[in-house]
């Protein structure tokens, strides 16, 4: 499945690391600014997504970054642990 991941935390983090394993294929990824980031590093490093498919979470509200994850054709968007609030 293609996915597209809103993750923080351990909990993002493991929820991340159960999909890669079980095969689903990350094609994009959203994460908190680095100063309300936990395990960032690690659940950028887990998708193995080059750094032109992770954005920051206020990023979603910038012209075109909507119509980029849409481009990217994910079947679905996984939230685990992410804090903020996703619009359609």
Request: charged share 25%; glycine share 12%; no cysteine.
């Amino acid at each position: 499945m293609r996915i597209v991941f809103f993750g923080n935390n351990r909990v993002g983090l493991e929820t991340l690391r159960y999909l890669t394993e079980r095969g689903d294929e990350i094609v994009g990824m959203v994460v908190h600014a680095p100063e309300k980031a936990r395990f960032r590093d690690e659940i950028v490093s887990v998708s193995g997504l080059p750094a032109n498919r992770v954005w920051e979470a206020g990023a979603l509200r910038e012209p075109g970054i909507a119509n980029a994850i849409g481009a990217l054709n994910a079947e679905i968007g996984v939230s685990a642990f992410f804090g903020h609030i996703l619009r359609s």
